[in-house]
């Protein structure tokens, strides 16, 4: 889920970008190509998640506050669900024919840009669904199943340069989502590792998840140390979950009932249980302050899009596809430096 106007950091590089622009050539090598779907095929796509399952786990809570309306606690799941899928299928729409004259020129760049990947990590096939935005609201771009969902408001009067850096972020949730060893040796750069068995969360926490469609999979812990004493390591997951109870009409953006916190999980007969401090209102987490610096040094500080071990490869995806092809980037610190060089190496070597 990439909130361009707030969150993306790629606006550094679109000056940079438009350089790799040069006429297209059917006959060039393709990494990947975009299918344009209309009004009808998008309505299909954008209520169904085949590969993560995010229908099956969004929470009524969640759904509600993207439909900007209230929870009622006697509606079933199934029938905020049902109201749900209606919802999304109104808000898909179809491309002009000045959108699709972008769409082309941008999928030359992102082939050029993507040349010497991996072929084994590409995914090739990738759909294309423009929104109203009323789900996650102005421009708010996110992934399901192959396909990039792109936000209208982002496509008025837009340039390559202005697309490519979120669409390379974008790109990295559908290679990671199609590809378990490359999401893995990705992950694992930064210090995440699958959990074996399954995740159980406490009802206080579980009723108030919200799920990330870029990375619906929360099954990736880090060990956490706590430097100043010498209590054992840690192993945690980075969860976001409404900072409310409920959906507040005076509160209508979706972004600002995201609360991110990493939560401790321990072994159990059953799985790996998902532990929370005292609740009182809101939930806390069961982690001291003096993990958080394990965390932050192991991510590095390349990204401030720390709310999945996804976005943060996604970022650093895009950054590594810039620094191959010699487009100038932000000031990395040492060990950012780092990471981009073992992620370049891992992406095309």
């Not at 169904?48 to 759904?63: A, C, G, I």
């Amino acid at each position: 889920m990439r909130y361009l106007m707030a969150m993306c950091i790629g606006f550094l590089f679109f000056g940079a970008c438009k350089k790799t622009n040069s006429v297209q050539n059917p006959k060039a090598n393709k990494n990947i190509a975009f299918e344009i779907l209309d009004a009808a095929a998008a309505k299909k796509m954008i209520c169904t998640d085949r590969k993560e399952h995010y229908f099956e786990d969004v929470r009524s809570l969640e759904m509600s506050i993207q439909m900007s309306e209230e929870l009622n606690k006697n509606s079933s799941r199934d029938e905020v669900l049902t109201r749900y899928v209606d919802y999304l299928k109104n808000d898909a729409i179809s491309f002009s024919d000045v959108d699709k004259k972008l769409i082309l020129s941008l999928e030359d760049t992102l082939n050029q840009l993507l040349l010497n990947v991996k072929q084994k990590w590409i995914h090739p096939n990738i759909k294309l669904v423009k929104l109203k935005g009323n789900c996650y609201g102005p421009g708010v771009f996110y992934t399901r199943d192959d396909g990039i969902f792109i936000p209208s408001d982002q496509l008025v009067n837009a340039k390559v340069g202005d697309l490519i850096s979120v669409f390379l972020h974008e790109i990295f949730h559908i290679m990671s989502r199609y590809n378990e060893d490359f999401r893995r040796k990705a992950y694992g750069l930064i210090g995440f590792e699958p959990i074996e068995g399954n995740l159980n969360f406490p009802d206080a926490l579980n009723e108030r998840i919200l799920l990330n469609p870029d990375g619906v999979n929360m099954a990736y812990a880090i060990t956490l140390y706590n430097e100043d004493d010498n209590d054992p390591p840690i192993k945690a997951i980075p969860v976001i979950h409404s900072n409310s109870e409920n959906y507040n009409t005076n509160n209508p953006s979706f972004f600002s009932y995201i609360q991110f916190d990493l939560f401790r999980i321990t072994k159990t007969q059953n799985g790996n249980q998902v532990n929370i401090g005292k609740i009182d209102k809101m939930v806390n987490p069961d982690i001291e302050d003096q993990y958080y610096p394990s965390f932050f040094d192991q991510i590095h500080d390349n990204t401030q899009y720390i709310i999945h071990p996804d976005e943060i490869m996604a970022d650093n995806f895009m950054f590594a596809i810039f620094a191959h092809n010699n487009i100038p980037s932000i000031e990395f610190s040492e060990k950012g430096k780092q990471l981009c060089d073992k992620f370049q190496n891992l992406i095309f070597n």
